[in-house]
């Protein structure tokens, strides 16, 4: 409200600036994150995946840990596939 | 014989519409100008104050506040074009066809004033369209260039740092990342031949993203060399362009044949272009 009392009008620059501000980003606020190692155990046998046998499945107990056939990336080649 | 020859066409209405128009197109224009002068001008603190407090490692915030200020530039040109077309050609052509030909003596004179109002005008609109791009580009580079080699060079710092301080998640034996990483990647542990999988830092992930930029950086001078160059180098180019895609390899060497292809396809592109001049 101004000195008028009356509702003040926001100029053009004011409202773009509000609105680029106040609009959220696509897939939300990004966080800092440390560099860190994960890894997936089998759900069905509790062994860790072992890089020797393949990476698609199990080599204790068969158990799929994905679907689909590896093709080559950057760092995944397709003789990784189990 | 009967005097045809002799006879001069003389249109004072024409004469005061055409300066009329002129005048009238010329104060559009400088209206435009000044708006925009006023816009831009106002925007850039603004935009440098949005940049600053933009948190985003995209600055997405101040990308759309970019964005809505060339668009309101755009709408400028739009408008100029639309008054161009309606007004000033439109105009030209309807007076053209009033006209005696152009080849007899009695029309000449004022084909003549027509073709000189029509360069004058596009003169005009030229000089309103090269304020443009000086502003556009003014937004653009407000707020400067950034350090990407302080950044890129702090990662790899950071990245010594730690690359000796992981453990497998299944044994607990020591794991070095031999190199560093962009992306998510798999490391196996050399004891237990788990695959482990390292997830980089977010600083290291934006490192992918800058990549480019940063060889841009490191290169500019050799874009100067072909940019200074007339007529056009396209050896230059090519110069620069390999020593770009080189610090790019560098910087990111997984990415290298994917980058080849890209490297072939720019120059390709140049090659074919018309901008030579």
Redesign the interface.
Known sequence: MDKTGGKRTLTYLEQLKQKTLNQENYGGVIKEEDAKIEVRDCPECGAGRAFNAGLTTCAYCGFKFMDVRLSDGVHIKKENNS | MFGLFNKKYHNPELLKMIAETQDRWFVFLDKLEIRMYE?CT??MP?LRE?FE?DT???K???G??LM??RG?VNQMRKKADQAKEENIFCFIDQATSQLPGFTSSAGREYHEKLITFRMDCINRYDAFEEKMTYYTSMLDNVAGEQDLEAFYQAQLTV?ES?QNT??????GGN?TIARI?F?A?????PF?????????????QMVLHRARSLAEQRTAHLLKNYEESKPKSHHLYQQYLRCMFDEWNKIVP??TAENEKFYLRLLQDHAHSINHY
């Not at chain 2, 992981?166 to 044994?171: I, T």
């Not at chain 2, 990647?185 to 542990?189: I, K």
């Not at chain 2, 237990?192 to 980089?200: D, Y």
């Open positions: 816009m106002a925007a603004e949005v407090q985003d490692p995209y997405r915030a101040h759309r506040m809505g200020l309101q990245f730690i992981f453990v497998c998640k299944q044994c794991i990483f992306i990647t798999y490391v196996t542990c237990c031949q788990t695959q482990n999988t390292f997830i980089p830092s977010t600083g290291a997984d990415m």
